[in-house]
């Protein structure tokens, strides 16, 4: 295992489709966490699962936005009807009770 | 609202110079703080502070906390065109242990 990894790694969609992003954590950790990076800012939460539940969402993550955990393994972020303010950097991570907070390389999402 | 805020936003230098990078925050809930660098991907993990005052090093950064203050800073000393990139600063939540950012300090290199 060599770390948190992420499908797609780009993805360009036009307004209005529904888009799917997934997430494999380094598998030994049952923290799953999914950031939001737009030019300029530093990553923003969204986020929260430990195993297969979801403990505590952003204000930013709107009613267009699920993510699941199915089984505590790998996770999906979808977004339905993009909106051109969705597209950025949407970045999973993962760690355990003793820390190891990793970083995948992120989705890059433009909405055109 | 949590919030940490990183100065300068952005900073040119030479080649060999130190530079000193800051982060101030509030959050309700420490546990830690922590230092990434962004070059074009996602961001990788430098230093994680949990003590007030004790410097971690790694080769020519380093970086130190203070609780008193809710700071810390980053050094780098000799930089090489290698170091340009976004460097973060986040506070890990005691609860979740979500990681609040800033908005990065966009550090270039020039040789």
């Known amino acids: 295992d060599t770390g948190v990894s992420q499908n797609p790694r780009h993805k360009i969609t036009k307004r209005g489709q529904n888009v799917t992003f997934r997430c494999d954590p380094i598998?030994?950790?049952?923290?799953l966490y999914w950031y939001r990076q737009t030019l300029g800012q530093g990553p923003e939460f969204l986020t929260y699962?430990?195993?297969?539940?979801?403990?505590?969402k952003s204000r930013l993550l709107s009613d267009r936005f699920s993510a699941e955990r199915p089984k505590g393994s790998f996770s999906t972020l979808e977004i339905q009807r993009t909106e051109q303010g969705d597209s950025a950097m949407y970045l999973c991570?993962?760690?355990?009770?003793?820390?190891?907070?990793?970083f995948g390389s992120g989705t890059r999402l433009t909405v055109v | 609202e949590d919030k940490v805020v990183q100065s300068p936003l952005s900073l040119v230098v030479h080649e060999g110079d130190t530079v000193t990078l800051n982060c101030s925050y509030e959050?309700?809930?420490?546990?830690?703080l922590l230092w990434y660098k962004q070059e074009k991907k996602a961001p990788t993990f430098l230093f994680m502070l949990?003590?007030?005052?004790i410097e971690k090093k790694s080769g020519r950064l380093s970086s130190i906390l203070d609780k008193k203050e809710l700071s810390s800073i980053l050094n780098i000393t000799a930089t090489q065109t290698g170091d340009s990139a976004i460097y973060l600063c986040?506070?890990?939540?005691?609860?979740?242990?979500?990681?609040?950012f800033g908005q990065g300090t966009r550090l270039t290199i020039n040789p």
């Open positions: 598998s030994e950790h049952n923290r």
């Open positions: 699962f430990q195993n297969e539940a979801q403990l505590e």
């Open positions: 991570a993962s760690s355990s009770q003793n820390f190891g907070y990793t």
């Open positions: 959050v309700t809930n420490f546990r830690s």
């Open positions: 949990t003590s007030s005052g």
């Open positions: 986040a506070v890990l939540d005691q609860g979740a242990q979500k990681l609040v």
